[in-house]
């Protein structure tokens, strides 16, 4: 039985809690009494201005076409420390690149990456599916119907970005990329953190894996 006394802006905040993934101001919407898309974006800016007049650790953040709960970045070491035990090994520059050219290119095959970049990508593919930053987004149609790759909710996520339109230039999105990684890199290593993982690519015969 729902509480009626709760308002509005403790609903959003609490479903936000709880989300494992960002919530869209429509499904919010349909989960609040009288709540709107535009309301849901005003109750957004009431809570952060709560959160920033309180002080408090996290704010929410618009990113992948939904809305998240995040701590603030000046406590990102110590968020970092809590993760480091499982942490994963950071992107190495060949799955970075190669990341760029699905952002960019989607939906693309594996032929047009490997044309591209001139090597093959196949190990590379498969760490970025494994990270969930690239998905199979269907097949192309024509002789061999090979496999076209996208990039996830995940990979909007992870760099922080409310969409595809809001890319960076191709000749920045590389730099981002490994900002992001670098920041984290830097975030674990403060205080000693067991079991880091190496490059996820080995280089080998000419071939990334």
């Known amino acids: 039985m729902r509480d009626s006394t709760a308002g509005a802006k403790q609903v959003l905040e609490a479903l936000l809690f709880a989300a494992e993934e960002p919530l869209s101001a429509r499904r919010i919407a349909a989960m609040i009494d009288e709540a709107t898309p535009e ?17 408090r650790a996290f704010h929410v953040q618009e990113v992948a076409g939904g809305y998240r709960l995040v701590t603030r970045p000046e406590f990102a070491s110590w968020v970092a420390d809590l993760r480091a035990s499982d942490a994963s090994p950071r992107l190495s520059q ?16 594996r032929a047009e990456l490997e044309s591209i970049r001139g090597v093959t990508v196949e190990g590379v593919l498969k760490t970025l599916v494994d990270r969930e ?39 920045e999105l590389e730099i981002l990329f490994a900002d992001r990684e670098r920041q984290e890199e830097l975030a674990l290593e403060e205080e000693p953190a067991p079991e880091l993982g190496g490059n996820d690519d080995a280089h080998a015969n000419g071939q990334e894996e």
């Open 39 to 55: 309301s849901v974006a005003d109750l957004v800016r009431d809570l952060n201005a709560d959160y920033l007049r309180e002080d």
């Open 94 to 109: 060949a799955a970075l690149e190669t990341l760029s050219i699905v952002a960019y290119k989607q939906p693309v095959t």
């Open 133 to 171: 930053l690239v998905r199979i987004a269907g097949r192309e149609e024509g002789m061999g119907r090979p496999l076209l790759y996208g990039t996830t909710d995940h990979f909007l996520e992870y760099f922080g970005l409310p969409s595809l339109d809001a890319l960076p230039r191709p000749d």
